[in-house]
């Protein structure tokens, strides 16, 4: 695929908006809006199966099977885990030449809710696993897209499926026409919390918009998102073995330290490897006195996140505070090459951890307290970047398998929102929002690109699906 090129848009200065205005006007007519419809397959679009393959290469092989396996159930969850290919693909469409820091994996799963720190629940992008600056266009196409093929798997009609792809994209535009008409510190610090969203919902009821049943399961899921906190976590994830705190084994998903082959290391090899992991992950962290300095290292697993992730290295780290009382669960997560990487410009970052970090503090409106990276040498001689977080704190997302149309509408327009309010944070939201201008026509040509891109997820999936049943593909019964 030919490589993006960036070189006709000539950027304004920060400070001149009218300038920027006008950039994004003259990208308009270099690139019109219409140009984005459709999509149709080159003669020389690489086979989708080899793209899997390898990405396979680097992740650890008995995992691999179960990648494929969540992946199998269903269109949807195969489209989740083919960013690379779906990246292969938007590098041969239109683009504007306006970039920004984008997410590169932002289907409508990587949405959801989390805690602030300030304590606060808000609704933002959740996965920046393949974070680069890069084209725009391509974090609103794989939204547009997720909700088209979401819909097909939900079984909404045609206009059901259209509503909801046209309620992303016109959230996204007028989104991002917002921000640009706004003061600077006002678009910057402009997010989604909890208490909005049910001002939104209740609103949406008293205007006969939404039922009951629609605000009692916003209510709902808000409600439990609150409750998955650490705590929860170490409740569902710990056990007590001879008066010692320990993560339970679930097997292969969940595999304590001591229950691992010989080829992840020895156990006292992949705990000192560990620590050694937490003490230079703490310089990374934003603050100069920070509560992980009180938390001590206590056990660790290895667990498979996840679907387009599986295989990567994942582990969960059990810490404790003041006494067993007061745990805490990080999750360190393998960062690799972004999927992104083959198609634009190379990231300024050669450390992946630091990527994914940097760009999640940049888009995110609000950024866990834990959130660091770090590089080390793995027991088994391989050195690997990785990133830590917290594995749950007040964190909750979309159920697609109970998502009704109207639902999928309203959740449809907050995606499309906070991905403007993402872009607009990290790129140039006065130039975007001139190019996509007020009327529909970006809408319009999105729409008939999620459709035609959704027919071609298809496709691939059942070229996924002949693949694992000839047995070029190994596939997890267990997944």
Known sequence: MADIQYAEFDPAPRHDFAARREAGRAARRRVPRSSHAGWSAPSDRPDPVALLEQQALTRVPELVPIRYARMLVSPFNFYRGAALIMASDLAGTPVSGITAQICGDAHLSNFGVFASPERRLIFDINDFDETLPGPWEWDVKRLAASFEIAGRHRGFTVKERARAVRAAVSGYREQMRRAARSGVLEAWYDRLDADQIERWIRDERA???????????????????????????????????????????????????????????????????????????????????????????VHMARKVVGVGSVGTR????????????????????????????????PSRYDHHGERVVRGQRLMQAASDLFLGWQRVLAPDGVERDFYLRQLNDWKGSADIEVIMPRGAELYAIACGQTLARAHARAGDRVAIAAYLGGSTRFDEAIAAFAVDYADQNERDYAAFAEAAASGRLTVAERY
Not at 315 to 344: C, H, M, N, T
């Open 314 to 345: 994942a582990w969960i780290v059990l810490l404790r505070g003041r006494d067993d009382a007061d745990p805490l669960i990080l999750q360190a997560k393998q960062a690799e090459a972004s999927v992104l990487e083959r198609f634009v410009a």
């Open 207 to 297: 205007a006969n918009r939404v039922g009951d049943e629609q605000v009692r399961r916003t209510q709902a899921s808000l409600a439990k998102a609150r409750k998955r906190d650490s705590v929860r976590a170490f409740t569902k994830l710990v056990t007590v073995v001879d008066g010692e705190m320990r993560i339970a084994a679930d097997p292969p998903l969940i595999m304590p330290v001591e229950e691992l082959q010989v080829g992840e290391g020895t156990r006292a090899d992949i705990e000192a490897w560990m620590q050694g992991m937490l003490e230079g992950y703490r310089t990374t962290l934003p603050l100069e006195r920070h509560p992980i300095e009180e938390f001590q290292y």
